[in-house]
């Protein structure tokens, strides 16, 4: 297949490509944004009763080659779609499960001191609505409930990341600021999931919804795969659980001219 651009009209939902022939193909999903819809909190999302039937038909006929890439630790993935992936990526790469039931495998890399996370907490304490979020490797503060402290938190964040701007970044995400390690990136997840078994030697394709995904859709597309970033290709989450469900019942995973629906059809 060509290759796909990682961007097309900004905000225009076009007519999304069809999948590779399964026998060839490897799908990689971030999760929240992409396959289910934000909520107030990351706690409060809700995934769609179709959906994990879609997925387990994805990744039967893809022959396990299906995978998570998220930002949520690998463990809330399992949580929320268990026994559904054949490799998990969590932490943006930070942490990676390669097969079912298998370890929890993690890079060298650095935490953060815990003098952040007590700025984090009092951060999030100053501002009513916004939610602190721990990771192994970094944490996040959402804003989602409280808008207009965004600005304020990201210069705090970058008060105190000053000075260590070689072991960690400030990366923005929806109505969220999160740390985390130097090195750590969706890209690089990808990477390491098409060096095993049984994503390697397939042809990547990924779908994701934020900035950290682009990451992803840019290694995808270098790999000579297809990167879609969610605004450009579908209506929203509800747009990429249809496109899905059209190509596990398509006979050979050409579902594109299906195009995107103007509502979830579960």
């Known amino acids: ?10 905000g225009a939902a076009a007519t999304p490509p069809s999948l590779p022939p399964f ?42 080659a299906l995978a998570i ?10 949580a929320l779609l268990p026994g559904i992936a054949t490799a998990v990526a969590g932490e ?11 370890p929890i495998l993690r890079p060298d890399l650095p935490e953060p001191p815990r ?18 979020e721990r990771k192994r490797r970094g944490f996040v503060l959402h804003f989602r409930r409280a808008p207009a402290a965004g600005p304020a938190l990201h210069d705090a964040l970058a008060a105190l990341l000053a000075g260590s701007e070689r072991r960690f970044e400030l990366m923005p995400a929806e109505l969220a600021w999160e740390i985390r390690p130097i090195g750590v990136d969706k890209g690089a997840a990808l990477r390491a999931l098409l060096a095993v078994p049984p994503f390697a030697g397939r042809t990547p394709v990924y779908v994701g919804d934020d900035v950290t995904d682009r990451d992803a859709i840019a290694a995808a597309i270098a790999a000579g795969g297809v990167g879609l970033l969610v605004g450009d290709w579908f209506a929203g989450p509800a747009g990429v659980r249809a496109w899905l469900a059209a190509m596990a019942a398509a006979p050979d995973g050409r579902a594109g001219s299906q195009g995107t629906p103007d509502r979830d059809r579960e």
């Open 92 to 102: 943006h790469g930070a942490a990676m499960r390669l097969v079912p039931d298998g």
């Open 69 to 78: 890439v998220s930002g949520r630790p690998v463990e809330q993935v399992d």
């Open 1 to 10: 297949m060509a290759r796909q651009k990682e961007e097309k009209t900004a």
């Open 23 to 64: 026998a060839s193909a490897a799908l990689m999903l971030d999760l929240d944004g992409t396959l289910i819809d934000f909520a107030p909190t990351p706690d409060a999302v809700v995934v769609p009763p179709a959906l994990p039937q879609t997925l387990l038909r994805l990744r039967a006929r893809l022959g396990g």
């Open 115 to 132: 003098s952040w996370l007590d700025a984090a907490e009092r951060l999030a304490g100053a501002h009513p609505g916004v939610l602190l």
